[in-house]
């Protein structure tokens, strides 16, 4: 059974500083890893997909990187701001379950002015 | 173009009461899920579905019965509601493309159970 863990499941951190949340998964067969993030009392907005081929994707201030064969992923923000404060969660769709998610808890992210 | 909506938004239920979840999306996607968010536990799969007129169980199904008649519709139901079904209820729906497609999220049910 996929397990998919993230640490640390909380960090505060002052604005303007580079961040790295992280995300370990224990089935390396997996078609996709995703980043999500929630605000509160919200629904899940994705932030980046990268393929089981992939490396890395970007998205403006985010990196996303994987490395398959370790089961680990990680999220950095760039020059982080009060308005990155959210969780953000991190899921694997597998080739035993399709295009079924299973997710992490969670690192909640609050980023002081 | 409104994405995916959930009815209702919030609701207090009394063990033992039933009540039906709605999931309406306006996406044309194939696959619908039903998940549930407890604090410490993540987000857990209840039942999905891969198309109008199929469903499928997902980790933590018993308790919960879904329809799919219409492809833009998923319903959730509960037919006799017990306190641990207290949670907060996300619906998504994503297309049929495994490797590249995300799943795109409602903005949740929060449902209590007394």
């Known amino acids: 059974k996929q397990e998919v863990t993230q640490i640390p499941a909380a960090l505060s951190v002052p604005e303007g500083e580079n961040l790295v949340l992280n995300c370990s998964f224990t089935d390396s067969a997996i078609y996709n890893l995703q980043w999500f993030r929630q605000d509160p009392g919200k629904g899940l907005t994705s932030l980046l997909l990268i393929q089981s081929s992939q490396r890395e994707q970007t998205s403006g201030r985010l990196n996303a990187s994987l490395d398959k064969s370790s089961g680990r992923s990680t999220l950095y923000i760039a020059a982080s701001q009060p308005g990155d404060s959210a969780t953000y969660l991190c899921a694997v769709s597998g080739e035993t379950s399709g295009s079924r998610l299973t997710f992490g808890e969670g690192t909640q992210l609050t980023v002081n002015p | 173009n409104a994405g995916v909506t959930q009815t209702p938004k919030f609701r207090v239920l009394k063990t033992g009461q039933s009540m039906t979840l709605l999931c309406a999306q306006d996406?044309?996607?194939?696959?619908m899920y039903w998940y549930r968010q407890d604090p410490g536990m993540g987000l857990r799969l209840i039942h999905y579905?891969?198309?109008?007129?199929?469903?499928a169980k997902g980790e933590v199904p018993d308790g919960y019965n879904v329809s799919r008649l219409k492809k833009q519709n998923f319903l959730l139901g509960l037919e006799s509601a017990a306190p641990s079904q207290t949670s907060v209820y996300f619906c998504?729906?994503?297309?049929?493309?495994?490797?590249?497609?995300?799943?795109?999220f409602g903005p949740g049910t929060r449902l209590t159970v007394l």
């Open positions: 579905s891969v198309g109008e007129g199929t469903t």
């Open positions: 996406m044309n996607h194939e696959y």
């Open positions: 998504a729906s994503s297309r049929r493309n495994r490797l590249a497609d995300t799943q795109y």
